[in-house]
């Protein structure tokens, strides 16, 4: 059993009550605990030393990247993030110097999105440093945006670049919650995640959740600098595309909207958002998984699909 | 700089909102966020393999302890637990039968007392098992008890009995919330905390907060029969008024009341909870710190008021 099998399995009979309005399996879960106007959002996120950063990654980018996981995560629901909790499991032979710059960068984060940080603990780990964040946040009734709302015909948009995160950008992402509250306001938006696992990882999550599938055209992703460097500068890695499909890490909005807007989405976009990249990259069709469009044809995505990719040219 | 001073820097600037009533440093974070009748709790706390639990223990037994450890904080402030976002790191060789059996403990409790698990996730931290909980409850607005409520005069409760908790109760204690509720609806409680480090270690958390101090009666500390049994065959062990002092992991309630309702409290309690034990331990009074009295007289309960145990019969 791999650990995707054992999420589907442990989240199949999960104890719940009339407080919830979606469990498990969004971006966070939905509570309607008796706010007039609103709805709470409510999620958690861990970072370990080893895999998300290094014993040589600066300590401020381990606390920003910490909290603006989680922050990404309201943004995908087009919530507006309110207080938080930080877990900090510490080796044996701590600096607190060291807990204290990864503070500067969780409060600095924090204080620019108007964040409270009302506690949690320190524990230990003694092999390596493990911080869980928990944050609360809200959403105006009806405005949650899940990733169950995907629609056959739907434009399919992703923001900012894919690809090539491990280069920087995902120690200092900034999480895209202002992106995705205008969206959620001028805009009807279907679905909408956040990328943490590339997008032909998480783009099925929306898929199997509305029951739909996809069709991605490859001329058409967005692909980060650092993914292109590094595709150009080494013939062993992944061609550019690839990387832009399958790297993670990434942290912007992946979301679907009626084709009918998405022109006027993208006039609109570009006046309030610009430089930042809003691209149209495929739409949402009937069936499931993700179709690749390039100039030889539409290819499955799956293990044949990425295959396709070894025999193309690495700029994709 | 030890762990405790660590959290007093770290938690002098936190950044804050206009939604927090109650942050960093009691047993929940406190937030109005707009519910008309109640005010939101907010929690998070951890357990790891080789601290709180070994690789020995039952999975069904972790899994209530990680839970019920985050009830008890929400019973401490008077509240109603509603729903909770399980993270667990796991070891590269997990068991996913393993770990559905840790669901299976938090599961059940989570059950009896109306929780909803709405999530959370699974990563890595490849040496050893950790879980951390983060749960959301409501209190009733002003009903919360505080730790910084205590007032000289005040009589000072402990339920059930302490010390011992190695010997399995920290493994399958049952939250006090049904008896906090009863207590914050019934008598006007001053201040409120559960006992996790040991009633010699959180008290005065307790009387920091409330700037006073405390008398405690060795005679009347409830002491667990683990305690006792442990101290009697083992003379190398604790004494048992050491051990209901000092062993920590009891998760019972402690709080205070103006003396003038102990009785009435005393009484009430009998009718409603026996044969579960409250107990009288103590008065807050003026000054800083904790006191002992016993046959010998009144002993400042630090360093030196210890080392007085090691002269005492172990029989306490």
Redesign the interface.
């Known amino acids: ?1 791999n ?1 995707f ?3 589907a ?3 199949k ?5 009339a ?2 309005v979606t ?4 971006d966070c ?1 939905v ?1 309607d ?6 709805l ?1 959002l ?5 970072v ?1 030393e ?2 998300h950063f290094t014993s040589e990654t600066p300590p401020q980018k381990i606390g920003h990247k910490a909290l603006a996981r989680c922050l990404s995560d309201v943004a995908a629901m087009a919530g507006t993030p ?2 938080a ?1 930080i ?1 900090i ?1 510490l080796p044996k032979d701590f600096e ?1 110097t060291f ?2 710059k990864v ?1 500067e960068g969780i ?1 600095s984060l ?2 620019r999105h ?15 440093m ?1 911080i ?1 964040v ?1 944050l ?1 946040g ?1 959403v105006a009734r009806g405005r949650q945006i899940l990733r169950s709302g995907a629609k056959i015909g739907d434009a399919i948009f992703v923001t900012g670049e894919l690809g090539g995160s491990l280069a920087g950008k995902h120690l200092d992402f900034e999480p895209r919650l202002a992106e995705a509250q205008w969206l959620a306001s001028h805009f009807p938006i279907h679905s909408m995640m956040d990328l943490s696992d590339g997008l032909a990882g998480d783009l099925p999550h929306i898929l199997n959740r509305s029951q739909v599938g996809a069709e991605l055209l490859k001329s058409a992703l967005p692909i980060a600098r650092d993914a292109k460097l590094r595709a150009e500068s080494n013939s062993a890695a992944k061609p550019a595309a690839l990387a832009a499909l399958t790297d993670g890490e990434d942290f912007e909005l992946l979301f679907t909207v009626a084709s009918k807007h998405a022109v006027a989405l993208l006039d609109a976009w570009k006046k309030q958002f610009s430089p930042l990249k809003l691209s149209c990259i495929g739409k949402i069709v009937a069936g499931t998984g993700i179709s690749l469009r390039d100039k030889s044809g539409v290819h499955k995505l799956n293990a044949g699909g990425y295959a396709h990719f070894a025999g193309s040219t690495k700029a994709g």
Chains 1, 2 share one sequence.
């Open positions: 059993m650990e099998e054992l999420i399995r442990l989240t009979s999960l104890p719940t009550n407080s919830v469990g498990a399996g969004d879960a509570l605990l008796g706010i007039p106007e609103e709470i409510f999620k958690t996120d861990a370990v080893g895999i309110g207080a909790l877990t499991a607190a807990v204290e503070y409060n924090a204080q108007g964040v409270a940080i009302v506690g949690g603990e320190t524990t230990t780990n003694p092999e390596r493990l869980s928990s609360l809200t």
